[in-house]
């Protein structure tokens, strides 16, 4: 069976710190992988998605970026964190089966706070 | 822009109750559709997938489609308490990247 395992779990950082978040996911080969952020009561935003390795793909612009050294693993970055930064932050994996549409399913997330 | 729209609630129903959330999407070329439910504090977790038009059902839950109107529906029979939670509705966008887009969420609370 696949599983996905994401750490830390919570994170406290001061502003303009560096961050690495990692990611990695047993059990599958060549999946498809996604960073997703998620302010305080809020929906889940698409951060980063990659379809192979060193394959980085962004949604929207910020001070954060993403790679893919490995097949199964996946790293959330920043240089200088700022307090925007601060949130919930989800890794997960998909089947990459072309055209099958198929779920995704979460690592246990990161609660980042930037102070 | 691509985007999955669902109210924010919080919907209240009462124990034994049925819960209908509701979601709308715009990407027409979309087929396949997810309901996620997430504890606070929690990563979210599948609960129910549909791909064809209809009603699909699974214990407690059925999920309904209609993709001429773009609109998903998630329902919730004999609601428990323990159904407390925020709801995500979630669209695979059909590119070449087989993104998934995801609502706000929908907070459901059952009250005893």
């Known amino acids: 069976s696949q599983t996905i395992h994401q750490w830390p779990a919570t994170l406290v950082q001061p502003v303009g710190s560096p961050l690495s978040l990692e990611c990695t996911v047993e059990g599958t080969s060549n999946p498809n992988l996604y960073w997703y952020r998620q302010a305080a009561g809020r929906g889940l935003q698409l951060l980063f998605y990659s379809v192979g390795i060193g394959q980085i793909s962004s949604e929207v612009p910020q001070n954060l970026s993403a790679s893919r050294p490995q097949d199964r693993q996946f790293i959330l970055s920043s240089k200088k964190l700022l307090l925007s930064d601060s949130g919930f932050y989800l890794c997960?994996?998909?089947?990459?089966?072309?055209?099958?549409?198929?779920?995704?399913?979460f690592g246990q997330g990161t609660r980042l706070t930037v102070v | 822009q691509k985007e999955v729209e669902q109210n924010s609630g919080p919907l209240s129903v009462p124990e034994g109750a049925i819960a209908s959330l509701n979601c709308t999407y715009s990407?027409?070329?979309?087929?396949?559709f997810f309901w996620y439910r997430q504890y606070s504090g929690k990563s979210p977790e599948l609960i129910m997938s549909?791909?064809?038009?209809g009603d699909k059902e699974d214990g407690r839950f059925t999920a309904q489609l209609n993709k001429a109107s773009q609109y998903v529906s998630l329902l919730i029979r004999d609601s428990q308490p323990s159904d407390s939670a925020t709801y995500l509705c979630?669209?695979?966008?059909?590119?070449?990247?087989?993104?998934?887009?995801f609502g706000s969420g929908t907070r459901l609370l059952v009250r005893p």
């Open positions: 549909i791909y064809s038009n």
């Open positions: 997960a994996w998909k089947f990459a089966l072309q055209g099958l549409n198929t779920e995704a399913f």
């Open positions: 990407d027409r070329g979309s087929q396949s």
């Open positions: 979630a669209v695979n966008v059909m590119d070449s990247s087989y993104k998934l887009i």
